[in-house]
């Protein structure tokens, strides 16, 4: 088939259209207003994009046209989409393709509120390094995978399980299009509040999903009373693992630094020593998960794990060092939910303890932007010595109550951390630059953040350029 994806600067677009060119099918693709990292990662995939919406855009032989969810893309008023209606040319979204193409091979769906680009890529990591050549679909960019999106030639899949719906018509959850044999279930926190304004909203579509698992299959969750709430909708077996001592998978003895290590403890005295260079306790519980599933599953073997684990680099924005020789190191973190950003915080805590922590957010989710989340910045700061603000994007704010830039500010300064706003990279970057040397920088969002990661970096490497001692 031939194949357009309108929106293909999506990071679940991208991949899904990558998965798809591997099953054989032609790819094109177009966006606008995209942004780095996704930009200029599709524009190194080798299928033509285009960085404007044009019915031009489409061949004249297109079987298909994928449509992404974003607002910016506009919907049923897109011109792409407009003309391939005319023509008579099936409109679709990403999950739904995803769900029918892979519908015959064994799905394991990673979901959760958090965690779930990191286990997926670790998952598909270390399957890839065990001769497992499954495939994956995953919503983050790593190193440490050739693409973010692979078909595969075994029968495994592991796809990066979205709650989010499909779209404004189609209220499902992205997940529960994928026909999971098994879930990887790491969190269960109320988020995306413009689409669940209440948790019991948001935990509904987590039970729809473990319903779908057949009795052969097997569900590895993460110990949390909310998860144990629904955990009996899966008619699968059920394991369980947790950052503490459990009735199932757990780390023992973990010693935090450069590269962290602990000892994997499993069912049946089972004990496998890990190292990895990830940081914070929250990577450690994302490996102890994945960990459990593989060996749970036989897919990998103690030694084959311990080599890929180690061997992991993570995934970009995701605690990612953006400094080559600075010794104030600058950090991207993802921060689209609040617990999200505590876990980015309290690492950079964690593995920095002795440097002041200076963190620049931008609330660019609409969970952040939502007056009813203005309490979560009452504590996500706590333990930072300074944050600067960005203010908040403008698309989509007529669907919710949106804060004000200003009352967020307030809200901050409120609690007593020094707080400044900055409208323009050049503010922020002349706010930065008189940190006294000892510092440590945490860039903070899931949108843009001014082009901060990209134009920040060589500043920094360039006014502190030595190499950093330990920390």
């Not at 489409?58 to 607002?71: P, Q, R």
């Not at 780390?251 to 990895?276: H, K, N």
């Not at 109550?401 to 400044?420: K, M, N, Y």
Request: proline share 6%; aromatic share 8%.
């Amino acid at each position: 088939m031939r194949i357009h994806f309108t929106g293909i600067a999506g990071a679940g677009m991208a991949a899904a259209a990558l998965m798809m060119r591997e099953a054989g099918h032609v790819i094109t693709g177009s966006d606008e207003g995209a942004f780095p990292p996704m930009s200029t990662y599709v524009e190194g995939l080798g299928f033509p994009v285009t960085w404007r919406f044009d019915a031009a855009n489409l061949s004249s032989d297109l079987d298909l046209l994928v449509l992404g969810a974003s607002a910016k893309l506009g919907g049923d008023q897109n011109v792409e989409v407009q003309a391939a209606r005319a023509r008579g040319v099936r409109v679709t979204t990403f999950p739904e393709l995803v769900g029918e193409a892979t519908a015959l091979r064994r799905n394991t769906v990673v979901a959760g509120s958090f965690g779930k680009s990191t286990c997926t890529a670790l998952m598909s990591h270390i399957l890839r390094a065990n001769g497992v050549d499954a495939g994956w679909m995953i919503g983050a960019i790593s190193p440490s995978l050739p693409d973010t999106g692979h078909w595969g030639s075994a029968p495994e899949v592991v796809l990066e399980g979205d709650e989010y719906i499909v779209g404004p018509n189609d209220r499902r959850s992205k997940f529960v299009l994928y026909h999971p044999r098994d879930v990887l279930l790491t969190s269960l926190i109320h988020d995306h509040v413009n689409v669940f304004p209440t948790f019991e909203a948001y935990v509904k579509p987590f039970g729809e999903l473990l319903r779908l698992l057949p009795a052969e299959g097997l569900l590895v969750a993460r110990e949390h009373p909310a998860i144990r709430a629904i955990a009996g909708e899966a008619a699968s077996r059920i394991v369980w693992y947790d950052t503490q001592v459990c009735d199932g998978w757990y780390p023992d003895g973990i010693v935090y630094g450069d590269t962290t290590r602990f000892t994997l403890v499993g069912p049946g005295g089972r004990r496998v020593a890990i190292a990895t260079t990830l940081l914070g306790e929250h990577n450690v519980e994302n490996i102890v998960g994945v960990g459990a599933y593989l060996l749970e599953r036989g897919l990998a073997d103690e030694a084959g794990l311990a080599r890929a684990v180690e061997s992991f680099a993570g995934i970009r924005r995701r605690l990612d060092r953006l400094t080559k020789v600075s010794a104030v190191p600058v950090i991207e973190g993802f921060g689209s939910s609040y617990e999200k950003a505590r876990s980015a915080i309290e690492a950079m805590l964690l593995h920095y303890p002795l440097r002041p922590l200076t963190v620049v957010f931008e609330p660019h989710t609409f969970s952040w932007r939502n007056r009813d989340a203005l309490p979560w910045y009452d504590t996500v700061f706590e333990g930072v010595a300074r944050v600067l603000i960005i203010p908040p994007p403008h698309h989509g704010e007529q669907s919710h109550q949106q804060s004000g830039f200003d009352e967020i500010l307030a809200r901050v300064a409120a609690t007593g951390t020094p707080v400044e706003g900055v409208e323009t990279a050049e503010a922020a970057t002349a706010a930065l630059s008189r940190l006294a040397g000892d510092e440590v920088v945490l860039l903070l969002s899931s949108g843009p953040l001014l082009g901060l990661p990209d134009s920040l970096p060589p500043v920094f490497d360039a006014l502190h350029g030595r190499r950093e001692a330990a920390a």
